[in-house]
């Protein structure tokens, strides 16, 4: 089945530096990837949608310049945490969307946890 | 807009027992389509059952079903003969036709499966 490599599991940073975090579709052209930000004990939220080669459109809120995200090709796609601080302390996936066999749907990575000291 | 709302934040079943979890939505679109992901502990988000709109039949997975009512817009899923396995926060996830569209999610159920 489709696959989303997702690293790092787990990232602990000091506040002011920043952190990428990435997301590989293994057996599959991700044509689309989506980026979501998951409190403790609360749905996922998502903050950004990006096409292969376009920019990433950002969900009402979600600052553009703090959350960086690339999608320069079909199997990868980033989110770079600029200048960390505490708040932004939160478990981020990513789910790629792509056409899996002859159905299209939806796999995600398996998360980073990021925490900002 | 599109929504999606999950009424029972907690649930418990028995094991080996029948659960159902309910999930409303609203959209105005005609042809979308409904999931339920599975989040465990691990957090991996784990795709249960899916079901497109347009389609009559409810979909069904081994022990998971759904029961499909679109004049109404309710999507519930029923998880028979419960497994200890089975606990975990159960999503329900809305999008609009099309692999690039967005998943609108709900704000999950906790379910707790006893022994």
């Known amino acids: 089945g489709a696959v989303v490599s997702q690293h790092p599991s787990r990232v602990i940073c000091k506040s002011g530096t920043s952190v990428k975090i990435e997301c590989r579709s293994l057996?599959?052209?991700?044509?689309?990837m989506f980026w979501y930000r998951q409190f403790p004990k609360q749905s996922l939220m998502l903050m950004a949608t990006s096409n292969e080669g376009s920019k990433a459109t950002y969900e009402q809120g979600v600052e553009k310049d703090k959350f960086l995200i690339n999608h320069a090709s079909l199997t990868l796609s980033t989110l770079t945490v600029t200048s960390a601080h505490p708040e932004d302390s939160s478990f981020y996936i990513c789910s790629a969307s792509g056409l899996q066999g002859k159905i299209s749907g939806y796999t995600f990575g398996s998360g980073t946890r990021l925490t900002v000291v | 807009a599109q929504t999606v709302t999950q009424s029972q934040p907690e649930m418990s079943v028995q094991e080996a027992e029948t659960v159902t979890l309910s999930c409303t939505y609203d959209t105005s679109e005609s042809d979308y389509y409904l999931f339920w992901y599975k989040q465990p502990p691990s957090r991996q988000m784990i795709l249960v059952i899916r079901q497109e709109a347009y389609k009559q039949q409810n979909a069904t997975e081994n022990r998971f079903s759904v029961n499909f009512q679109k004049a109404a817009k309710s999507f519930s899923l029923k998880i028979s003969d419960s497994q200890l396995g089975d606990a975990a926060m159960y999503f329900c996830?809305?999008?609009?036709?099309?692999?690039?569209?967005?998943?609108?999610f709900g704000k999950g159920t906790k379910l707790t499966v006893n022994p």
């Open positions: 996830a809305l999008s609009r036709w099309g692999g690039s569209e967005k998943l609108v």
């Open positions: 057996d599959f052209q991700a044509t689309t």
